[in-house]
């Protein structure tokens, strides 16, 4: 049985199958604040055990680890009033006697009708001089709460594990207890372990029912491929070689870690993991004591290592069976800032899985998942760039806004193309921060899956009427705007539609649905995207298809359309590959994504130019190979008040790297902020 992942918000229970009132661990960690991120959506009381010196403080800490989840799937946080009336804060701490709850609180526990602890909690060191801590918290602190759930009548305890608890166990790891100790890689999956036999021992000596759940290694959600604010596993492997990578660019020759070559690693993103808890409550657990929470593809670990350090600008690692020489001086050093991490060298392992089979992670999501965990990176050493709100459109639809400069200066709206990432603004709109206040969004539907797309409402007014609501959020009455690429055509719609809160348009490089003059030229890649789109856009079979193509999987499409699909990947800046390549990375995003163009190319013949007043500066360039140039003199004869500008050396994607261009955007603002 195989369920599609990728809307984890329209994963669907009967009232029967979730409704219990529960008491969760860990709440403010990683994996169980993504659990009652989206087990609060569920009827039932969520009763969460935090470290804290009062009620408050730990409603606090929650509702902050709340606000991470949110931000990393591009959503709102519930309203704070649900929350409350959904979450109830208990003070406590495991490793403490009785778990360090009062006696009010065990009382108001015992009267909650609580059927199910869903133990998320645990210490995520490793080292060996730790042990005692370690050992404290993960074993004797999961018997302690297991004893205090039998106080107010739990039916069930369901145990957070790891994957690794097997060890270093290689081959086929079963769905069952480890019956003898395997040889562990550090202390942490040993606590882990024997927390497990803790487990299965306490409960079946007190006739309570179990759940051991082993989660391999988790990373960010896979609907927006962002770290989610973890730090382990990978993420920290991949921090070290970071903060070391201006060192690690000077190696003469590579840093041997000793290993295997084919080694092994089994990503699972967080909200499959959540999915997979949901889906085990919905069945009632099943039949089984233990689940693998897995991957169901595993990456080699030297993949992995070329995809990180393409990411992170180093070209040094190397795994092998054994150092032929003493290892010099940085080897040392790095084996000390990695010495958790080396014991994954050598995991050769499949986890078995009886669960419902999930997207498999692959290489190139992987590659996403390291681009975006080292801007996430660089912006902590930086400081954020844009402050994120959430604006109701027209619709009542989230829209994820982001502004950046003073409020008290001009608004400039920037209108990103379709499907795009707000990297590929950030450059412009911090050159023109000084001067306006800057406001941008990501279009509804791509490149975020979050929101549930919406066929009827695919066209360029909807986006326009998106821009407006934004302007009505911030009481701006008017402003300047400019698009790029396929934001052009929002902005054009805007200007027709709601021409008096437009100011001025600047229009950078524009693929419009205008009708060319005789004559005219588009590029090959428009060609291309012109004919491909439509045809992915009929269906999510098409969609899927193409996408099987783009990441080598068989496909019976025709030479042509895989020739022109290569064309269209082929064409854009390599340096920028990471962006562009973003709505063509799932089946959904390429549908989505398939159907926003199309409409575009099949809206009105003039583009609504004839319409429009409003003064308009248009930029081409010579070099461009998404947009031909003439698209830019059409649309400048076509529009009564606009103004040509083409370059003669610049291409698609001048804006991002030419300062240029932003002198050339405050220039004409200046001239029209009437």
Same mark, same amino acid.
């Given at each position: 049985?195989?369920?599609?992942?990728?809307?984890?918000?329209?994963?669907?229970?009967?009232?029967?199958?979730?409704?219990?009132?529960?008491?969760?661990?860990?709440?403010?960690?990683?994996?169980?604040?993504?659990?009652?991120?989206?087990?609060?959506?569920?009827?039932?009381?969520?009763?969460?055990?935090?470290?804290?010196?009062?009620?408050?403080?730990?409603?606090?800490?929650?509702?902050?680890?709340?606000?991470?989840?949110?931000?990393?799937?591009?959503?709102?946080?519930?309203?704070?009033?649900?929350? /409350?009336?959904?979450?109830?804060?208990?003070?406590?701490?495991?490793?403490?006697?009785?778990?360090?709850?009062?006696?009010?609180?065990?009382?108001?526990?015992?009267?909650?009708?609580?059927?199910?602890?869903?133990?998320?909690?645990?210490?995520?060191?490793?080292?060996?001089?730790?042990?005692?801590?370690?050992?404290?918290?993960?074993?004797?602190?999961?018997?302690?709460?297991?004893?205090?759930?039998?106080?107010?009548?739990?039916?069930?305890?369901?145990?957070?594990?790891?994957?690794?608890?097997?060890?270093?166990?290689?081959?086929?790891?079963?769905?069952?207890?480890?019956?003898?100790?395997?040889?562990?890689?550090?202390?942490?999956?040993?606590?882990?372990?024997?927390?497990?036999?803790?487990?299965?021992?306490?409960?079946?000596?007190?006739?309570?029912?179990?759940?051991?759940?082993?989660?391999?290694?988790?990373?960010?959600?896979?609907?927006?491929?962002?770290?989610?604010?973890?730090?382990?596993?990978?993420?920290?492997?991949?921090?070290?070689?970071?903060?070391?990578?201006?060192?690690?660019?000077?190696?003469?020759?590579?840093?041997?870690?000793?290993?295997?070559?084919?080694?092994?690693?089994?990503?699972?993103?967080?909200?499959?993991?959540?999915?997979?808890?949901?889906?085990?409550?919905?069945?009632?657990?099943?039949?089984?004591?233990?689940?693998?929470?897995?991957?169901?593809?595993?990456?080699?670990?030297?993949?992995?290592?070329?995809?990180? /350090?393409?990411?992170?600008?180093?070209?040094?690692?190397?795994?092998?069976?054994?150092?032929?020489?003493?290892?010099?001086?940085?080897?040392?050093?790095?084996?000390?800032?990695?010495?958790?991490?080396?014991?994954?060298?050598?995991?050769?392992?499949?986890?078995?899985?009886?669960?419902?089979?999930?997207?498999?992670?692959?290489?190139?999501?992987?590659?996403?998942?390291?681009?975006?965990?080292?801007?996430?990176?660089?912006?902590?050493?930086?400081?954020?760039?844009?402050?994120?709100?959430?604006?109701?459109?027209?619709?009542?639809?989230?829209?994820?806004?982001?502004?950046?400069?003073?409020?008290?200066?001009?608004?400039?709206?920037?209108?990103?193309?379709?499907?795009?990432?707000?990297?590929?603004?950030?450059?412009?709109?911090?050159?023109?921060?000084?001067?306006?206040?800057?406001?941008?969004?990501?279009?509804?539907?791509?490149?975020?899956?979050?929101?549930?797309?919406?066929?009827?409402?695919?066209?360029?007014?909807?986006?326009?009427?998106?821009?407006?609501?934004?302007?009505?959020?911030?009481?701006?009455?008017?402003?300047?705007?400019?698009?790029?690429?396929?934001?052009?055509?929002?902005?054009?719609?805007?200007?027709?539609?709601?021409?008096?809160?437009?100011?001025?348009?600047?229009?950078?490089?524009?693929?419009?649905?205008?009708?060319?003059?005789?004559?005219?030229?588009?590029?090959?890649?428009? /060609?291309?995207?012109?004919?491909?789109?439509?045809?992915?856009?009929?269906?999510?079979?098409?969609?899927?298809?193409?996408?099987?193509?783009?990441?080598?999987?068989?496909?019976?499409?025709?030479?042509?359309?895989?020739?022109?699909?290569?064309?269209?990947?082929?064409?854009?800046?390599?340096?920028?590959?990471?962006?562009?390549?973003?709505?063509?990375?799932?089946?959904?995003?390429?549908?989505?994504?398939?159907?926003?163009?199309?409409?575009?190319?099949?809206?009105?013949?003039?583009?609504?130019?004839?319409?429009?007043?409003?003064?308009?500066?248009?930029?081409?360039?010579?070099?461009?190979?998404?947009?031909?140039?003439?698209?830019?003199?059409?649309?400048?004869?076509?529009?009564?008040?606009?103004?040509?500008?083409?370059?003669?050396?610049?291409?698609?994607?001048?804006?991002?790297?030419?300062?240029?261009?932003?002198?050339?955007?405050?220039?004409?603002?200046?001239?029209?902020?009437?």
């Amino acid at each position: 049985m195989n369920y599609q992942y990728g809307d984890i918000h329209e994963f669907a229970l009967t009232e029967n199958q979730i409704n219990n009132n529960i008491l969760v661990t860990g709440v403010t960690g990683f994996l169980g604040s993504n659990y009652i991120f989206w087990r609060s959506r569920f009827p039932g009381k969520i009763y969460v055990l935090v470290r804290a010196k009062d009620t408050h403080a730990a409603w606090l800490r929650t509702i902050d680890a709340l606000e991470s989840c949110a931000r990393s799937y591009n959503l709102p946080l519930a309203d704070r009033t649900e929350l /409350e009336n959904k979450i109830v804060c208990i003070t406590g701490d495991i490793t403490k006697e009785n778990c360090d709850i009062c006696d009010v609180d065990i009382a108001k526990l015992t009267k909650a009708n609580i059927t199910e602890i869903w133990h998320c909690a645990a210490s995520l060191s490793f080292e060996e001089r730790h042990r005692d801590r370690i050992v404290k918290t993960n074993v004797t602190g999961t018997k302690s709460l297991m004893a205090m759930g039998k106080q107010f009548g739990i039916q069930r305890f369901i145990y957070i594990s790891t994957a690794y608890t097997a060890g270093q166990l290689s081959g086929d790891i079963p769905e069952q207890i480890h019956e003898h100790n395997p040889n562990f890689s550090n202390c942490y999956e040993e606590s882990k372990d024997m927390a497990e036999k803790t487990v299965a021992k306490f409960c079946n000596d007190n006739n309570m029912n179990w759940v051991i759940l082993r989660p391999s290694i988790v990373i960010g959600p896979h609907i927006t491929q962002c770290s989610g604010g973890t730090r382990f596993g990978i993420y920290g492997f991949a921090k070290e070689i970071f903060l070391l990578r201006d060192t690690l660019k000077n190696v003469q020759s590579r840093l041997r870690l000793i290993g295997e070559e084919d080694s092994q690693l089994n990503l699972i993103p967080v909200d499959q993991v959540v999915f997979d808890m949901l889906y085990i409550e919905s069945i009632n657990f099943g039949e089984q004591n233990v689940y693998h929470l897995s991957n169901s593809n595993n990456i080699l670990l030297n993949d992995y290592f070329k995809v990180l /350090e393409k990411n992170m600008g180093t070209d040094c690692l190397r795994l092998i069976n054994k150092r032929d020489s003493k290892p010099s001086s940085l080897e040392k050093l790095f084996d000390r800032k990695t010495a958790f991490y080396a014991g994954y060298y050598k995991t050769k392992k499949n986890f078995l899985r009886s669960l419902p089979s999930h997207k498999a992670v692959n290489l190139q999501e992987v590659n996403n998942y390291m681009h975006n965990y080292r801007e996430e990176l660089i912006n902590e050493e930086q400081g954020s760039v844009f402050n994120r709100h959430y604006v109701n459109s027209w619709d009542d639809e989230k829209l994820c806004t982001h502004t950046l400069g003073d409020n008290t200066k001009p608004a400039l709206v920037i209108v990103n193309a379709f499907g795009m990432p707000i990297d590929f603004i950030t450059p412009l709109a911090k050159r023109l921060a000084n001067d306006y206040q800057i406001i941008t969004w990501d279009s509804r539907w791509v490149p975020s899956l979050t929101h549930r797309f919406d066929l009827e409402k695919c066209d360029s007014l909807t986006h326009a009427k998106d821009l407006i609501a934004i302007l009505d959020h911030f009481n701006i009455d008017k402003c300047f705007i400019t698009g790029w690429s396929s934001g052009v055509q929002v902005c054009l719609r805007t200007m027709s539609e709601f021409a008096d809160r437009i100011k001025c348009a600047i229009l950078l490089n524009g693929g419009i649905s205008l009708k060319l003059s005789e004559g005219s030229q588009i590029t090959e890649y428009e /060609e291309n995207i012109r004919s491909l789109l439509p045809k992915i856009g009929k269906n999510k079979r098409m969609a899927k298809l193409y996408c099987d193509l783009i990441y080598g999987g068989t496909t019976q499409l025709k030479e042509k359309d895989e020739e022109s699909m290569s064309t269209i990947l082929t064409s854009t800046d390599p340096h920028l590959l990471y962006m562009t390549s973003m709505p063509f990375r799932t089946p959904e995003a390429l549908y989505r994504y398939a159907n926003m163009m199309s409409r575009m190319f099949a809206e009105q013949d003039d583009a609504y130019t004839s319409s429009i007043d409003t003064p308009v500066l248009v930029y081409g360039g010579l070099n461009d190979k998404i947009t031909h140039p003439d698209v830019a003199k059409n649309l400048t004869s076509a529009l009564k008040n606009a103004k040509l500008h083409i370059s003669n050396d610049k291409d698609h994607f001048a804006q991002f790297y030419e300062r240029s261009v932003a002198q050339m955007i405050n220039k004409f603002c200046q001239q029209h902020n009437i």
